[in-house]
């Protein structure tokens, strides 16, 4: 195999990888759709593209995109592979676009960092973060 042959082999196992995830992003939207119809959720925000930065146990140490929801319950993110990250309003303490990793604190126009009741921060890149960090804390301080 020349070095034309292998160029084209893995341009075209990108093609096919990169597209099963877009095709599997765009479904998870309307997963989402779907589950908060049948337990009788609102959506506050619909499903929207977002990244998770994680580096949790509870949640996963990752960078992953993938589609996230805010229902008047929960806020829903499914990545494209592995288990959903489901956070329950109730146990959401501060919402905040200010990241803390140890002693440094670090914060940007994007993200949307989640405080837990178990001292848990979750970060997620969203587009429009203010409202994402508006809608939450009108809703956390009536849960």
Known sequence: MDAFQIIVLVIS???VVWSLVFVRLHRQAGQIIEETQRL???LVIPPVKANYQGWTKRFGIAKTMGRIALTNHRIIFKRPFGSDIIIPLKEI???SDTVH?????HTFGKYLSIKLQDD???VFLVNDQARWIEQIKSRISVS
Request: glycine share 12%; hydrophobic share 35%; charged share 25%.
């Open 120 to 122: 848990t921060e979750v």
């Open 93 to 95: 303490v501060e919402v």
């Open 101 to 105: 990793l140890g002693q440094l604190s």
């Open 13 to 15: 196992t990108n093609l």
């Open 40 to 42: 009788g959720e609102d």
